[in-house]
């Protein structure tokens, strides 16, 4: 058999190039997956956080039968953060020319770790943005959210141009982060 050459061992180009191939397709694939679970990941954090919140206000209209309203925490004297209310407590309210110290000496309403905090001490959630709160005492209603991944704001509503009508005409899941 003159005509048939030996084969050297190993592997020809051809089949080490395809092996790299499905190998980079696959790491591509596995990459891809890790940075939707990170994402999830970040999405269900901040669900959480802005539940903790909401429930923390809830937690003090059922205390004081009253809500907290930004209007209350910028009248404290000094004014508050929405954390610093809710963590700390304050000693009064200016009402008019006196003083009043209905909540002094209470309890924490809510506690954070200082990655959920900025350096001015608002809430932020993991994208480094801070928490919208919306505390409507008149209708009873509180809305604690994020902005979400994609900083934009549909004001707590479906996805939309962010008007009223969005969350009734748009059935898609909402991409602000709320609270429960």
Same mark, same amino acid.
């Given at each position: 058999?003159?005509?048939?050459?030996?084969?050297?061992?190993?592997?020809?180009?051809?089949? *080490?190039?395809?092996?790299?191939?499905?190998?980079?397709?696959? +790491?591509?694939?596995?990459?891809?997956? @890790?940075?939707?679970?990170? $994402?999830? #990941?970040?999405?269900?954090?901040?669900?959480?956080?802005?539940?903790?919140?909401?429930? +923390?206000?809830?937690?003090?209209?059922?205390?004081?039968?009253?809500?907290?309203? $930004?209007? #209350?925490?910028?009248?404290?004297?000094?004014?508050?953060?929405?954390?610093?209310?809710? %963590?700390?407590?304050?000693?009064?309210?200016?009402?008019?020319?006196?003083?009043?110290?209905?909540?002094?000496?209470?309890?924490?309403? @809510?506690?954070? %770790?200082?990655?959920?905090?900025?350096?001015?001490?608002?809430?932020?959630?993991?994208?480094?943005?801070?928490? *919208?709160?919306?505390?409507?005492?008149? %209708?009873?209603?509180?809305? *604690?959210?994020?902005?979400?991944?994609? #900083?934009?704001?549909? %004001?707590?509503?479906?996805?939309?141009?962010?008007?009223?009508?969005?969350?009734?005409?748009?059935?898609?899941?909402?991409?602000?982060?709320?609270?429960?």
């Amino acid at each position: 058999m003159k005509g048939k050459r030996k084969r050297a061992p190993g592997f020809t180009m051809v089949e *080490v190039l395809v092996v790299m191939a499905i190998l980079a397709f696959l +790491a591509t694939l596995s990459f891809w997956g @890790l940075s939707e679970i990170r $994402q999830n #990941m970040r999405i269900r954090q901040t669900q959480e956080l802005t539940t903790r919140v909401s429930s +923390a206000i809830k937690e003090f209209h059922t205390q004081y039968l009253e809500w907290p309203t $930004q209007t #209350m925490l910028d009248g404290l004297a000094p004014p508050q953060t929405w954390y610093e209310f809710l %963590n700390r407590g304050y000693t009064e309210i200016k009402a008019g020319t006196s003083t009043l110290s209905k909540y002094e000496n209470r309890g924490a309403f @809510l506690e954070l %770790n200082d990655s959920n905090l900025d350096t001015a001490g608002a809430i932020i959630d993991v994208w480094q943005q801070p928490l *919208v709160i919306d505390v409507d005492a008149v %209708n009873n209603r509180v809305l *604690v959210y994020s902005l979400g991944p994609d #900083m934009e704001s549909d %004001n707590g509503l479906y996805r939309g141009d962010g008007n009223e009508e969005a969350a009734y005409t748009t059935p898609e899941p909402i991409d602000d982060i709320p609270g429960k």
